[in-house]
Nanobody, 127 residues
């Protein structure tokens, strides 16, 4: 089992940037495809971005494409989410998720595909 801990959330103004990090422990990090999801109050958890084991394949939700960038460092067991041009509608709890995979270049997008989750980090954007 892999353990995930997110960090980097906070309160910023519209147009600002934030960088979220997710530290993984417990298993070989490079064996896991990783994803970022978010959940706003009263809404379902939604897909934001995902990255394959190798880091070569990434996918983004349309709502964040061009503003957010997911990356990973398999040597440091971390996955990051660089968020630029933040807007109030980006306010949510952001979660890191992991899925063991035999495919090094496949990125998963469904939240039900990820069995391992962090506790989340709050991101609040003021207008």
């Amino acid at each position: 089992q892999v353990q995930l801990v997110e960090s980097g959330g906070g309160l910023v103004q519209a147009g600002d940037s934030l960088r979220l990090s997710c530290a993984a422990s417990g298993r070989t990090f490079s064996n896991y495809a990783m994803g970022w999801f978010r959940q706003a109050p009263g809404k379902e958890r939604e897909f934001i971005a995902t990255i394959s084991r190798s880091g070569r394949r990434t996918y983004y939700a349309d709502s964040v494409k061009g503003r957010f960038t997911i990356s990973r460092d398999n040597a440091k067991n971390t996955v990051t989410l660089q968020m630029n041009s933040l807007q109030p509608e980006d306010t949510a709890v952001y979660y890191c998720a992991a899925k063991g995979s035999v495919y090094i270049d496949y990125a998963f997008v469904g939240k039900d595909e990820f069995p391992y989750w962090g506790q989340g980090t709050q991101v609040t954007i003021s207008s």
